[in-house]
């Protein structure tokens, strides 16, 4: 329990320190990922919203879990769907996909730059 609780705090400053747009990679540390999650979800959602950070729905590490997403869209978080690129199935997002359904999450639901692409 302890190990969970210094995993949800590095996963607060991840998301209250970094600068970027759309952040997941430390909601995929071990050892559980649902638990953890579910434990300190709302501090890691209150941090990602305070710097207006959207939460990626990563295919390859199936994270984060339905509740987490249900917790985040409630908080009015955006979403993107990522697949990592180190193997196989990059590009796939059967669970991003999934989620998304499961979640009932909209167009308006999902980040979109806010400068031109390119």
């Known amino acids: 329990m ?6 949800n705090h590095g996963q607060k400053n991840f998301f209250t ?5 759309a952040g997941g990679c430390p909601l995929a540390r071990e050892p559980d990922r649902r638990q953890r999650t579910a434990l300190g979800g709302r501090e890691v959602i ?3 919203r305070s710097r207006n950070i959207a939460i990626e729905i990563n295919d390859t590490m199936h994270v984060p879990h339905e509740a987490f997403i249900r917790m985040a869209r409630s908080a ?4 993107t769907f990522g697949s990592d690129a180190r193997n ?3 590009g796939r997002m059967d669970y991003c996909q999934r989620m998304a359904r499961q979640c009932r999450l909209t167009e308006k639901d999902f980040f979109i730059p806010g400068r031109p692409l390119g």
């Open 46 to 48: 209150d941090a990602a």
């Open 2 to 7: 302890e190990y969970c609780r210094r995993i």
């Open 88 to 90: 196989h199935t990059v």
């Open 17 to 21: 320190n970094i600068r970027v747009a």
């Open 76 to 79: 009015g978080l955006k979403f």
